[in-house]
Nanobody
């Protein structure tokens, strides 16, 4: 079993920044590819960013390209999402996800990930 706990969400004005964190349980975190997704009210969940187990490869969805950065610290079992230049349309619940069995599915799809966190809310306060 893997538990994922997101934190760092909150109210932020347009143009501001937030750093989301996702802490994972388990000793083999360093073997997991990790992803971030988000779901805005009334919309389907969409891909935000992902990172390979080694951290060498990163992937970004259109919403965050050029503004968001995903990173990981395997010593702390944590993956991060640094979000800059936030826009009102970034308002959503942000979910962390883990691929614990090296799925061959695309990093960009939900099918790759078998464990999900509960989500953390990011809200535009403008």
């Amino acid at each position: 079993q893997v538990q994922l706990v997101e934190s760092g969400g909150g109210l932020v004005q347009a143009g501001g920044s937030l750093r989301l964190s996702c802490a994972a349980s388990g000793r083999t975190f360093r073997r997991y590819a990790m992803g971030w997704f988000r779901q805005a009210p009334g919309k389907e969940r969409e891909f935000v960013a992902a990172i390979s187990w080694s951290g060498v490869s990163t992937y970004y969805g259109d919403p965050g390209k050029g503004r968001f950065t995903i990173s990981r610290d395997n010593a702390k079992n944590t993956v991060y999402l640094q979000m800059n230049s936030l826009k009102p349309e970034d308002t959503a619940v942000y979910y962390c996800a883990a691929d614990t069995y090296s799925s061959s599915s695309s990093y960009y799809t939900e099918e790759k990930y078998d464990y999900w966190g509960q989500g953390t809310q990011v809200t535009d306060s403008s």
